[in-house]
């Protein structure tokens, strides 16, 4: 199998992934519509960068920084990374903080550090100098500690004020995601960009499982956590009226000043809005 093919079954595997996402993602309430579309997006997007990639475009030719000959750089991995990354760390931090407008500073470092990263790391994939290439790989990697120190340290702290069902989302989600993550530099730093210890083909395949692995099965894991959270909110009845998706009022309109939604029973719920 060559390293078209594993790109090629990138494409696929994200735009399918993409399709079942929006498909059976829930839309009863604005926090989970979002959680929702932001999953469904993020294996859309890398759809597009893989699909760019598999037909031999998103990327260009350059010598190996040890050795001889010349390798393909497929930068446009890069890009995909630049916007799925963020948008997956956006939807962390809702997790944890019930809507990620509470932190602003907190999240916009977050996110900050994030693409700092990735920025640092195309730089490091195109750099044939050794010196530059290993100065750009350590900036990521310090830019890589700082999103770890903010999502086990303040975010963590935020989701453990929550009620026990975003707690464990969370607690979830975050490890699995690290974990996941943790393994992208490992094999950039093997891979035809870094010492060249791991053939093209082998690091484009990681890759390609870790990318549908991080980006479609950890959305289903996410949104499935939403999804109890969501349960858990309107049993409780918790859920603001602003926060009740407008697709969620079944047929037949309510009163002026009120808002009807659904428990998970089935049952119909309305909720009086106060003007003013």
């Not at 290993?134 to 903010?150: G, K, R, T």
């Not at 975010?155 to 989302?169: C, H, N």
Request: net charge neutral; aromatic share 12%.
């Amino acid at each position: 199998m060559t390293e078209t093919f594993w790109l090629w079954v990138g494409t696929l595997g994200m735009l399918g992934g993409s399709v079942l996402l929006f498909a059976m993602g829930g839309t009863r309430t604005q926090d989970e519509e979002g959680h929702t579309i932001s999953h469904g997006i993020v294996p859309l997007f890398a759809a597009l960068a893989y699909l760019a990639m598999a037909m031999h475009q998103g990327s260009m030719s350059l010598p190996f920084s040890v050795g001889t000959g010349t390798r393909d750089f497929l930068y446009a991995r890069y890009i995909d990374w630049s916007v799925t990354t963020p948008t997956l760390l956006l939807g962390l931090s809702m997790t944890a903080l019930h809507g990620a407008h509470r932190r602003a500073g907190l999240v916009s470092g977050l996110l900050a550090s994030d693409v700092v990263m990735i920025l640092a790391g195309l730089f490091f994939g195109m750099s044939v100098d050794p010196f530059a290439k290993w100065m750009w790989f350590i900036v990521s990697c310090v830019a890589f500690l700082a999103v770890y120190y903010i999502l086990f340290g303040a975010l963590k702290r935020e989701a453990a004020m929550r009620d026990s069902e975003r707690r464990s989302a969370y607690d979830r989600n975050v490890v699995i995601l690290s974990a996941l993550w943790l393994l992208y530099p490992i094999l950039v730093f093997f891979g035809p960009d870094g010492i060249y210890a791991w053939s093209a083909t082998f690091t484009t395949a990681v890759i390609v499982i870790l990318d549908l692995t991080s980006k479609v099965v950890y959305g289903f894991i996410a949104m499935g956590g939403s999804k109890a959270i969501t349960d858990a909110d309107l049993a409780r009845g918790s859920v603001s009226p602003a926060m009740i998706a407008t697709h969620a009022v079944p047929s037949g309109a309510p009163a002026p000043g009120e808002l009807v939604g659904h428990l998970p029973s089935g049952e119909r719920r309305t909720v009086r809005v106060d003007a003013g």
